[in-house]
């Protein structure tokens, strides 16, 4: 016989082994764990200890009903869980295809008979004593869903899609979705796996696990759940005010005095510049942690002429050990480095056998800091650049890979936190208490640890170019708020193609109005490396120039322009990343978040709001002039570049001259005063 019963807060139910857990978690939430093991695994995953709730628990025959604040939760004998909102409007509810068994009786719905014999929970065990998990929920024909993190589709709502949990290079899986029924759900599970939001039923899976854990929570808008999400996992801290402008860089400033000229070049121009990057191999050898001293003679010195001039300097660090680098072996012998199941233990053979270190070992982040402090935080240093968070293995093979918190099918989602954690827990035991790193992947909870995630290594395209709106806005949703591209993508345009310097203004007009702003690019003609080989250790080319001078003097012009909108900007940018950190609430957002209550809000995918009074509508075909744009009802707004006036509420034509793309502030908004000053 099965046992349903109320321990403390909670609803537990028991059968054939299988353990049930449903326990409030915060305000208007629940955490729900089942496992086949002895025990429930006691890591809390993404989730942060909960605040107190008040629950009412109420019984019938038939089940056990746990109501929190907006949320309830109803488990009957045979261990189904549905949850309704504070009004009774069912939110979901677990997909049974079950026989009944003897003495047992159908529920009011009918739905605890089926031959199917599919059950809602299936752990299928694995060699090993661990499980394949598939989780179902039934599907609702007029659910929209929203959030997962970054993938390279252009999709906002993910209705019909199936997603892979993996990192990969430029997908970024952060499981937590925000459903237009007014519930929000997170899957705190950092196993592969796969979610699929099919007509039929939406199903989650993790290929190797010892437990189900998710967590749900109910909010009359999507506001209230970005809230109850963030109390949840945690908020991005405060950005630097810094960060707020614009960034510069390419693939890749081969030396000091090189880097140091494109810095004197902007102030000589008097072109605001808030950050330079130095990307990848400006070090001896990768796992070295530090600069070549051949090319970069003096760094301290660099550093603080940098700052002399009001700019912040950012450094590459990779998590890739090559195996003649000096801190190859000790990394080995302290168990420091990825463990490979099968053949060598080599995860990436980009220019030399590299290893990944092992972020999920704290000691192995503590000794990659510990280097990053000696070599850079020391001579001034204060932002990094993590890159191949995910990290990027040269075959995704992940059954071949293992952590020291468990094999990569079990655990891998969660490196890109660890990655981040480490130097997050470096830099504030050393003081500092305004952090920002850039990573290129992400899990749920990293932006409590200061990641600023960007979009990866994506071609110069304008499919590109879309793809990203939707990535960066299922991002904001799924609670990582600073967010940001490669301008112009990553790979393959050329300085001197007039289709790419289109791209490249269309991006750059768009990125004004994104969380961070940032150039870079390993743009064509490629240099080749000064050097095939150093010290035997092959070294890297270097794309072509990548500073908005490089481009010719009329899209130079278009680009000042969209730098000194962007200072006007950066006050209001401020204020939204304070309503972030405070609140978890996205910077970058769909309309949705502003006007829940107008359907359009729903299915306008390639618009979005940038805080509460920005509304972007960015251009993302080769030669488009002119764009429809929808205008939210409530408030008249104003377009930005001509400064006429539109009434809310309607579908319009509007110009897109290749000086700006579509932009409009509601009418009376502060900001609008702050954009015209110095225009």
């Not at 047992?104 to 605890?112: L, N, V």
């Not at 952060?174 to 039929?200: M, Q």
């Not at 000794?367 to 650049?385: P, S």
Request: charged share 20%.
């Amino acid at each position: 016989m099965n046992t349903l019963r109320v321990e403390a807060d909670k609803v537990v139910w028991s059968y054939g082994g299988q353990n049930l857990v449903v326990e409030p978690w915060g305000e208007d939430s629940f955490r729900v764990r089942a496992t086949l093991l002895p025990e429930l695994d006691r890591r809390d995953w993404a989730l942060l200890p909960p605040k107190p709730a008040t629950v009412h628990i109420t019984r019938t025959p038939e089940s056990i009903t746990v109501a929190n604040g907006k949320i309830r939760a109803v488990v009957n004998r045979r261990g189904q869980i549905r949850f309704f909102n504070q009004n009774g409007l069912l939110l979901l509810e677990e997909c049974w295809r079950m026989r009944t068994t003897a003495g047992e009786a159908e529920d009011a719905a009918g739905s605890w008979f089926s031959p199917l014999n599919v059950p809602a929970r299936e752990f299928t065990p694995l060699t090993g004593g661990k499980y394949q998990l598939t989780v179902r929920f039934e599907a609702q024909p007029d659910e929209k869903i929203y959030g997962m993190g970054q993938y390279q589709q252009p999709y906002l709502n993910l209705k019909g899609c199936t997603l892979e949990l993996a990192q990969r290079n430029s997908q970024a899986s952060v499981p937590f979705i925000v459903s237009n029924r007014g519930y929000g759900l997170l899957w705190n599970n950092p196993a592969v796996g796969e979610a699929s939001f099919a007509r039929n039923e939406t199903r989650w899976s993790a290929r190797v696990t010892g437990v189900m854990d998710y967590w749900i929570t109910a909010g009359d808008t999507p506001t209230d759940i970005s809230r109850n999400y963030g109390e949840a996992t945690g908020t991005a801290p405060m950005l630097p005010a810094f960060a707020t402008g614009f960034w510069q860089c390419k693939l890749r400033y081969r030396t000091q005095d090189e880097l140091l000229k494109v810095a004197r070049e902007h102030k000589r121009r008097g072109l605001p510049l808030a950050v330079i990057v130095i990307d990848y191999f400006h070090w001896p050898n990768q796992g070295d942690w530090c600069f070549d001293k051949r090319d970069w003679p003096d760094p301290a010195a660099m550093v603080q002429e940098l700052k002399s001039l009001g700019i912040e300097l950012m450094v590459s660090v990779w998590p890739t050990v090559e195996h003649r680098s000096a801190n190859y072996a000790p990394m080995l012998a302290k168990g420091y480095l990825v463990q490979t199941d099968r053949g060598l233990p080599v995860t990436m053979g980009f220019l030399g056998n590299t290893t990944f270190f092992d972020t999920t070992n704290d000691k192995a982040g503590d000794y990659v800091w510990a280097q990053a402090k000696q070599n850079y935080y020391d001579i001034g240093i204060r932002t990094f650049w993590l890159d191949v968070a995910e990290p990027e293995y040269t075959a995704y093979h992940f059954d071949n890979y293992r952590y020291q918190l468990g094999p990569v099918l079990e655990v891998g989602n969660i490196y890109p936190l660890k990655y981040a954690e480490g130097f997050y827990r470096g830099l504030r035991a050393a003081g500092e208490t305004e952090i920002v790193n850039l990573l290129r992947c992400a899990w749920a909870g990293s932006q409590r640890f200061g990641a600023l995630v960007w979009s990866g290594d994506i071609p110069s395209t304008f499919q590109a170019l879309r793809n990203q709106i939707a990535a960066g806005l299922n991002m904001g949703v799924a609670g990582i708020p600073w967010w940001t591209t490669d301008i112009g993508g990553f790979d393959g345009g050329n300085i001197h193609d007039p289709l790419f310097q289109e791209l490249l203004i269309r991006w750059f007009q768009w990125a004004v109005f994104c969380p961070v702003m940032r150039l870079h690019g390993y743009r064509r003609p490629i240099e080749p490396p000064l050097e095939a080989y150093r010290d035997g250790i092959a070294q890297c080319d270097t794309g072509a120039a990548n500073e908005i001078w490089s481009y010719g003097e009329e899209n130079y012009a278009l680009m000042a322009r969209g730098l000194a909108l962007r200072e006007r900007l950066r006050p209001y940018v401020l204020r939204q990343m304070r309503t972030a950190h405070e609140t978890g609430l996205p910077v970058m957002r769909p309309l949705f978040y502003d006007f829940p209550a107008q359907p359009e809000a729903w299915d306008v995918e390639d618009q979005y709001m940038f805080g509460p009074d920005i509304l972007v509508a960015p251009i993302t075909e080769a030669g488009q002039r002119s764009r429809r744009v929808w205008l939210p009802a409530g408030t008249d707004w104003i377009e930005l570049e001509s400064k006429t006036s539109h009434p809310g509420g309607a579908w319009g034509e509007c110009d897109a001259p290749i000086e700006a793309i579509p932009v409009f502030v509601r009418t009376g908004a502060a900001v609008l005063g702050e954009l015209e000053e110095g225009a």
